[in-house]
């Protein structure tokens, strides 16, 4: 129910824009000195600072849309748009779709703008606290994504506003956008094979991988298409992701913690089985670069044809780590058996050497003139009896 003293204001088309923007500018000032402050006030007091940033960034879009959604009010009012020297549409074009093409394009900028700068937070908090040392640079690829897609909605929407035909617009980017796939599919590939290792969370900056293709390496940088390797002879790899998708990778470095390394030897048969255990579990806790917790141990594995099988069991602090481990505890082992007295058999081979006497290359070559009649007597025979005689 309109009060009396307002129905003057109402009759009269100047006093209703009056109002109507009056009321505009009165409900902008309460949003911002009111409503935003108070919101701030409650942000102060949490924990977390992405409300924070959730209400400084939208603090704008807010107060403008309430400033301006006046004027778009205006061009929809009978009495307003019947008693100006412009028609209704005119009115609607100068007046009420600006208005709202401002709105809408302030939204657009601060949405992409409050999205960035959480996703921006998100993964530096994430990079302080993930004890893996996470160090993905997957957080700005989103954020393009994100701005691509409210951009392409931003401008949508202001044609849309003022009437235009997107309809070929959207035909036109649905070709190049299946002639961009087609041309750069190995691009994409790779790109999608990023993000599909980014949620998998496959591997990370540190990492020990071991591909089926060969490569072997620490993990130095994981990017939008490839991913680097640098070997143990400091030699940095570039592979695709989508190659690492396809492959077998083995991550040494997951779950996080030691390695295990294994030694195989073999010893005599008749060694002491005990010393020999002794001896290389020994070794094994002599050794600094080796913990004493998981405790290192010695298995006897099997029976072999001239060997009594054993393995050395113990932990490396990193993967990259065991072949440098593996050589010293292998010298040592070498070094103490031959201290102990152990015998490590290896293979031999007998060789014999005979010496000819006279007599045998006498009978050498009686036997050999033997053949020779033996053969030309068996030649005459086939003659006589008419048969064939090879001349070759």
């Known amino acids: 129910m309109i009060p009396e ?9 100047y006093g209703v824009t009056l109002l109507v923007l ?20 409650y942000t102060d007091r949490t924990e977390t600072d992405y409300d924070s940033i959730v209400v400084d960034n939208l603090h704008i879009p807010l107060v403008t849309t309430v400033s301006l959604i006046g004027f778009s009010v205006l061009a929809s009012i009978p009495s307003v748009t019947e008693n100006t020297f412009l028609t ?48 993905y640079e997957f957080a700005p690829v989103f954020s393009n994504i994100w701005s691509l897609v409210v951009i392409t909605g931003t401008v949508a929407a202001v044609l849309v506003l003022w009437n235009y035909d997107i309809s070929p617009i959207l035909g036109a980017a649905g070709i190049a956008g299946i002639a961009l796939g087609i041309a750069a599919k190995e691009s994409v590939g790779n790109f999608l094979g990023g993000l599909a290792l980014y949620v998998d969370d496959t591997y990370t900056i540190g990492d020990y991988l071991e591909i089926d293709t060969g490569e072997a390496g620490t993990v130095v940088a994981v990017g939008i298409r490839s991913t680097t390797l640098r070997t143990r002879d400091n030699i940095d790899i570039t592979l695709p992701n989508s190659m690492l998708n396809e492959e077998r990778v083995v991550n040494l470095s997951e779950p996080r913690g030691q390695t295990r ?11 002491d089985i005990d010393l020999v255990e002794e001896v290389l579990v020994g070794v094994a806790l002599d050794e600094d670069t080796v913990p004493d917790n998981p405790e290192p141990k010695a298995r006897f594995v099997s029976f072999g044809d001239s060997a009594l099988a054993y393995r050395l069991v113990c932990w490396v ?51 050999s003139d033997r053949a020779v009649r033996s053969g030309a007597s068996d030649a005459e025979g086939d003659a006589e009896r008419g048969g064939p005689i090879d001349s070759t």
Request: glycine letters at 8%; proline letters at 4%; a positive charge.
């Open 5 to 13: 003293f307002l129905r003057p204001v109402i009759a009269n088309p």
């Open 22 to 41: 009056g009321a505009s500018l009165v409900g902008g000032a309460v949003m911002n000195f009111v409503v935003i402050r108070y919101l701030r006030t």
């Open 88 to 135: 209704a549409e005119q009115v609607s074009t100068f007046i009420g779709r600006p208005a709202i093409t401002v709105i809408v394009v302030v939204w657009g900028f601060y949405l992409n703008r409050v999205v960035n700068r959480l996703v921006k937070k998100i993964n530096e908090e994430g990079k302080a606290s993930d004890v893996r040392g996470r160090a």
């Open 261 to 271: 390394l294994k030694i195989d030897i073999g010893v005599a048969y008749g060694s």
């Open 317 to 367: 602090e990193r993967p990259e780590h065991r072949g440098r481990v593996r050589h010293r505890l292998n010298r040592e082992i070498y070094t103490r058996f031959i201290d102990h007295g152990i015998e490590i058999p290896y293979n031999t081979h007998d060789v014999n050497v005979y010496q000819r006497s006279d007599n045998d290359d006498r009978d050498e070559s009686v036997n």
